[in-house]
């Protein structure tokens, strides 16, 4: 009958049913992300407030002395503690008094809130063999117990982190085993791995367990990711040393052009060039590598000069030019180089750069007196010489002279240069050019 209700046998029921499926899982990735974001911008190495550190003393001292210790907070005590052991006070025997008391209280104490800064005070004032270091280590392993979570981690992947005969090698030798060691010492507790003092002696020990395999692109790579890991600030601190591995390997042959473009354009984006804008790591790096590694920019900067103007100048043929200036490169007759592109040149030669480097400071100047010129500027013994594009002559400097064009200048004029009083001489791009030039070279 039409007002019957047909009843679906159960049976037939949970044929029908649709199979359970599980919720998507929730991404909890941008949580994590502002959590790194906020550890790593309260974790940092805290600022010292030397301007009021004589004032932090007498006041810690006085507490001392009244044994009165109401309302004062935690922040004073880890202040002072900073600062009595810093390298500026750490001698200072009028501030043995604080440092005994310190000890003393770590040795007693079972509060994380106050053993934590205090393992981080000996990590960033870490010096092996120093009488500090021994005693702050000394102090916290009879307090180890009773450090929080904050290193308990650290300490578990890192046992000898409070033994300072053996602290800097176990973590450098912890770091040779990691593909991206800034990553990895992260993931072991070490929230800042470029923090001062026992980082810098184990950044060292990393070195020394990486130098023989700087051939490699993957260990230089390793390398130059520990310096600048991402986003983050480049490490200014052993940077000398580190650039020294980076080159020496090549003393004895030169490296293959993939690998030589490649310590070209990153060390020069870290740690700028060395002639132009140059980084205080360079004053660390030895004559010889630093020479080394300036004939490399040289050789590199011809070759980039006449690529790009290949592209840019397409009605005229370089290769004699460049010929000529790379054979008395490998001869090595050209002591310093520059390069100052036209507006067009300038341009290709940004694109060509890779996009970090194009930030990190002048490869290059540029000549905005004729829009159409582009300019090789070289030291070759006690010359300045200024190769110009199209029909500009090959011009030639005493370069005592003060007048002389000066090399890694941002910007080049051509028309004052041919105007330049006091040229030693002047050749134009005619006949056999060359064997005049190299005559009065």
Known sequence: MSGETVQIPLSERLDELRPLRAPVPASFEQIQRTIRRVMDRYDAPERLPEHEAERLFDQLRRRIQANDWHRVPMSLVTKVAALVFSIVHRLRDDLADLR??????????????????????????FEAGAEHTETLAKALRSAQRHIGARWRILLENVPELLDPSRAAAAIGALMAGMDQPWHGLRAK????????????????EFLRRLAPDLQDRTQIERLLG???????????VGAGPAIERLIAVWVDRAPPKEIQS????????LYGHPRVNRNAAWNQVAPQLERLFLRWLMGADIRFLFRVLTEVERGHMWADREAFWWTLHEQGRIDEVWIAFSDEGHRAAMAKLPM??????????RQVGDRDKSLLIMRIGGQIVVEGTSNFKVHAFDATNPRAPKLYLPKYDTGQIRDLPGALWKKSHLGNWQDDVHWRL
């Open 226 to 236: 520990w310096l600048k890991p991402d986003e983050k600030t480049v490490r200014l």
């Open 100 to 125: 005994y008391f310190l000890l003393r209280e770590i040795e007693a104490s079972d509060r994380p809130g106050f053993l934590n800064p205090m393992v981080r005070i000996y990590i960033e004032s």
């Open 189 to 204: 507790g070490l929230r800042q791995p470029h923090a001062p003092g026992l980082m810098d002696a184990a950044h060292l």
């Open 356 to 365: 970090e480097a194009r930030h990190s400071g002048r490869r290059f100047g």
């Open 262 to 269: 490649l310590l070209i354009d990153r060390i020069t984006e």
